[in-house]
């Protein structure tokens, strides 16, 4: 089985440009978060979506913003881009049944760069 | 507000060697706790997944222990091998229903020398 992918894989935009990031889930999986990780760190929270509704939001300005379709695929996107966005942006899935209940899956991520 | 911390930053061993990763959270009222490993400039492998009411779980080579009431974990790697390098990642979520957000330790780089 395919796991979760994420499109693109390197980004380069430059500050105040607008960037899409797509993620797909695992098939079965409902449940998407993403996750944001800065060069050294660990990766923090900024949303989750389930079932195309939001459920969770981390302590990230009103520049990102999510949506999740009727397939359960999902777009991450951020608005008027700073230098400090530059991160390697993770997508996770989750079943909510079976063995792997509540397990979190990652993408492979894409790596953003803000010029 | 829920605060993980992995100790120690980096970690340099021979191969063969059995070791300890250790990851310490601030709240106790988890749902449960992830352990992660990550190469560099790639995405997160899940490892082991403990929940709440369970004391450890084991896959292969690795055992994660959970201690909630001390709030402490640790992952035991045995026999380690050159493959095992790569920052090791725990992340824990909280008991409160609603979103399944993982706090995250900043890691382990683990580096195995042959």
């Known amino acids: 089985d395919a796991g979760v992918t994420q499109s693109p894989t390197h980004l380069i935009k430059t500050r105040g440009q607008h960037v899409t990031l797509r993620c797909s889930p695992i098939?079965?999986?409902?449940?998407v978060s993403w996750y944001q990780q800065v060069l050294g760190q660990g990766p923090q929270f900024i949303f989750q979506?389930?079932?195309?509704?939001?459920?969770g939001r981390g302590n990230f300005p009103d520049r990102f913003s999510a949506r999740q379709f009727p397939n359960y695929s999902s777009e991450l996107n951020v608005n008027a881009l700073l230098l400090g966005d530059s991160a390697l942006y993770l997508c996770?899935?989750?079943?909510?049944?079976?063995?792997?209940?509540?397990?979190?899956?990652f993408g492979p991520g894409t790596r953003l760069t803000v010029l | 507000k829920q605060e993980v911390t992995q100790i120690p930053a980096a970690l340099s061993v021979p191969e063969g060697e059995n070791l300890v990763l250790n990851c310490s959270f601030t709240?106790?009222?988890?749902?449960?706790l992830q352990w992660f490993r990550q190469d560099p400039g790639k995405g997160l492998t899940s490892l082991l997944l403990i929940q709440s009411s369970q004391r450890e779980q084991t896959s292969g080579r690795l055992n994660a222990s959970l201690d909630k009431s001390s709030g402490r974990s640790t992952l035991y790697i045995a026999a380690s091998q050159p493959g095992d390098s790569a920052t090791y990642l725990c992340?824990?979520?909280?008991?409160?229903?609603?979103?399944?957000?993982?706090?995250f330790g900043q890691g382990t780089r683990l580096t195995i020398n042959p």
């Open positions: 992340a824990v979520r909280g008991a409160i229903q609603g979103a399944q957000k993982l706090v």
């Open positions: 996770a899935s989750s079943p909510t049944s079976g063995r792997s209940y509540n397990e979190q899956f």
């Open positions: 098939s079965g999986h409902k449940s």
């Open positions: 709240d106790s009222a988890i749902y449960n």
């Open positions: 979506y389930y079932e195309k509704e939001e459920r």
